[in-house]
């Protein structure tokens, strides 16, 4: 009993820890955000303590919600402020029904990113503190997510709570261009929430749909609420052609399956129909954003029979508008499979040196599986032993241990 209940409870804290954190500050105000992560982390104690003995409740995510709410209730009662606050906690039994994917309204999940990305607020903490406070991300999930070390991860965030604290920031919706920056900084917080849970940094899965579709959800909130541009519209494209892909990612033994492994027979079609609806819109546009370019290679990967020349040259195009590590080890992927052999495994090389790579495993397992196929198998197996001593999800252990296994002698 106690090993489903603790499932479901990680489950559900995922799905509710955000929406607790933010109904409460927003009833009560930006000040008193320690107390309301505070009281979203006690509900998940109780529920814990509690579930394995007494059954789970009928409405298990509503139960956390009056968990938290009760435990804000007594740590207020012991301040000035109790009475003033009072009606608004008992509104906040309201606050649990989450937004329909694509419902016209900004719930109070949204209100909340909007408040993690204030101006005041330096930038490189936005998109973090984002990730921590409304989507219940570790600190380590977010340096994975971002190539940053925990340490530096941790000081943005405590940094970003300081001057919420200090300055009792508003949880209101701005308005012009401060709101446009604002949900163009909240949706690269929702681009790295679908990225950790489409190749999870760590833990035992390494696919998170969970996560996945909380992103799709609070994007297509912004893109129903009448905010919606030609590079959110590429954004919500790019969520659903990995989605349609999503399921096919692994095989009958849960093992990961390679991206060049998976045939357009096996994705989801209501989703690539979707994604092609969506691609349609982001096209009304002068300039392609990054965006626009990551959904065209995605797209160009669900099809039939993949073009790497055009791949690649989309590659650099992408290259050219997000000069990143990452952009160029996928690009050298590409360069490979399009017949440029020795000039990827260069690339491949060239990027050991970037800093943000080099505890990445994603690098030497690239490195180990394009050595593997140019049939020089001592590069190979040295590769997958660095992959192996970096840190990575379960699944991608198991799988990349197999790989080595298999590498002739």
């Known amino acids: 009993m106690a090993e489903p ?52 409740p009928e409405n298990p995510a509503a139960w956390l919600h009056v968990a938290a709410r009760n435990y804000v209730r007594d740590v207020l009662r012991r301040e000035q402020s ?4 009072e009606p608004l906690l008992q509104r906040f039994l309201d606050a649990r029904g989450a937004c329909a994917e694509w419902e016209p309204r900004l719930d109070d999940t949204l209100a909340m990113m909007l408040l993690c990305c ?37 000081q943005r965030i405590v940094r970003a709570k300081r001057i919420l604290r200090v300055h009792s920031l508003p949880v209101s919706m701005p308005e012009g261009q401060e709101l446009e920056e604002r949900l163009d900084v909240v949706c690269e917080a929702l681009y790295a929430l679908f990225n950790e849970g489409y190749m ?10 969970d996560l996945c579709e909380e992103a799709v959800r609070l994007l297509g909130c912004i893109l129903t609420a009448g905010h919606a541009t030609p590079e959110r519209w590429a954004l919500a494209a790019l969520f659903h052609l990995h989605l349609a892909r999503f399921a096919a990612r692994q095989n009958a033994d849960g093992q990961l399956r390679e991206f060049s492994e998976i045939c357009a027979a096996s994705l989801d079609a209501a989703q690539l129909r979707r994604a092609d609806a969506l691609l349609l819109r982001a096209m009304d546009t002068d300039t392609l954003s990054a965006w626009h370019l990551e959904a065209a290679i995605a797209s160009a990967h669900c099809r039939p029979i993949r073009n790497w020349r055009q791949i690649v040259a989309l590659y650099d195009a992408l ?9 160029r080890l996928n ?14 495994l260069a690339e491949l090389d060239a990027l050991e040196q970037e800093k943000g790579l080099r505890n990445y495993s994603l690098l030497p397992a690239t490195q180990a599986r394009l050595q593997e196929e140019a049939g020089n198998r001592i590069e190979a197996k040295r590769a997958y032993a660095r992959a192996l001593s970096c840190a990575m999800n379960a699944p991608a252990r198991t799988f990349l241990q197999r790989r080595l296994e298999n590498v002739p002698d």
């Open 5 to 56: 209940v603790h499932a479901l409870v990680d489950h559900l804290f995922r799905h509710e820890a955000g929406r607790i954190t933010a109904a409460l500050v927003r009833i009560l105000g930006a000040k008193y955000l320690e107390l309301a992560e505070e009281a979203s982390q006690e509900a998940l104690v109780r529920a814990l303590q509690l579930w394995p003995f007494r059954g789970v």
């Open 118 to 154: 204030h101006p005041a607020l330096p930038f490189e903490g936005r998109v973090a503190f984002t990730l921590k406070v409304v989507s219940g991300f570790s600190t380590r999930e977010i340096a994975a997510a971002f190539l940053a070390q925990e340490e530096t991860v941790a």
């Open 82 to 85: 109790w009475r003033e606050k």
């Open 319 to 327: 290259l050219h508008v997000k000069p990143s590590p990452l952009v």
């Open 331 to 344: 690009r050298a992927v590409a360069v490979f499979r399009a017949g440029r052999r020795g000039e990827a």
């Open 200 to 209: 999870a940094s760590h833990g035992e899965s390494a696919l998170r749909r």
